[in-house]
């Protein structure tokens, strides 16, 4: 069980846009930085968002994120094939003094 | 490019200890916290601990706590996970990972490629 809760799936097709969510609490997404994070199969993970909105270098603007109290969401606009991957929202929990992560959502490109 | 190699991964019967390495190259080491993190098979991202810069401040997560102790080395810039009284659930990919800045609590921002850990009689 996650301390932040994802959809488990979510599903689009090419060119449209995606949303996934990301629920947390008052410890963690409520009073620290959401952090983004894309995994491609049998791959690392890859830094995509952090500080809620700030996209790293190399990053395509067609990802975006924003945070609102104790939630995130992560959108892609422009469906590609190649964004079929698991994608994980972190933040730094204060209540257990550790990292939290979702459980992830893989996202399937139809 | 940022480059962190994990190594010391393998199988290990329950109850016996392993030492996870991390060499890290092209960037600062000793400006930025460091973290380990690890993916059980099939499973989502779970982290495991953090240090930051200068090892004034850890972090464990419940589920290891008094058994790993993590720790680092800046002159000779590795991270390192002592794992003791290993488990059957402790199985799983394990990632060093850079935080974003010099705090224990900074989120990460490059990942290495992991190194397998497996517990088994």
């Known amino acids: 069980q996650s301390v932040l809760t994802q959809p488990p799936s979510a599903s689009g097709t090419p060119g449209q846009r995606v949303t996934i969510s990301c629920s947390g609490s008052?410890?963690?997404?409520?009073?620290?930085?959401v952090s983004w994070y894309q995994q491609l199969p049998g791959t690392a993970p890859k830094l995509l968002i952090y500080?809620?909105?700030q996209r790293p270098s190399g990053v395509p603007d067609r990802f975006s994120g924003s945070k609102s109290g104790t939630s995130a969401s992560l959108a892609i606009s422009g469906l590609r094939s190649e964004d079929e991957a698991d994608y994980y929202c972190a933040a730094w929990d204060d209540s257990l003094s550790g990292g939290v992560f979702g459980g992830g959502t893989k996202l399937t490109v139809l | 490019e940022i480059h962190l190699v994990e190594s010391g991964g393998g199988l290990v019967q329950p109850g016996r200890s392993l030492r996870l390495s991390c060499a890290a190259s092209?960037?600062?080491?000793?400006?930025?916290?460091m973290h380990w993190v690890r993916q059980a098979p099939g499973k989502g991202l779970e982290w495991v601990s953090g240090?930051?810069?200068?090892?004034?401040?850890?972090g464990y997560a419940d589920s290891v706590k008094g058994r790993f102790t993590i720790s680092r080395d800046n002159a000779k810039n590795f991270l390192y996970l002592q794992m003791n009284s290993l488990r059957a659930e402790d199985t799983a990919l394990y990632y060093c990972?850079?935080?974003?800045?010099?705090?224990?609590?900074?989120?990460?921002?490059?990942w290495g490629q992991g190194t397998l850990v497996t517990v088994s009689s």
């Open positions: 240090i930051s810069w200068n090892s004034g401040s850890i």
């Open positions: 092209r960037f600062t080491f000793d400006d930025y916290a």
């Open positions: 500080r809620n909105t």
């Open positions: 008052s410890s963690n997404i409520g009073s620290n930085y």
């Open positions: 990972a850079k935080g974003s800045n010099i705090r224990s609590d900074s989120l990460i921002d490059y």
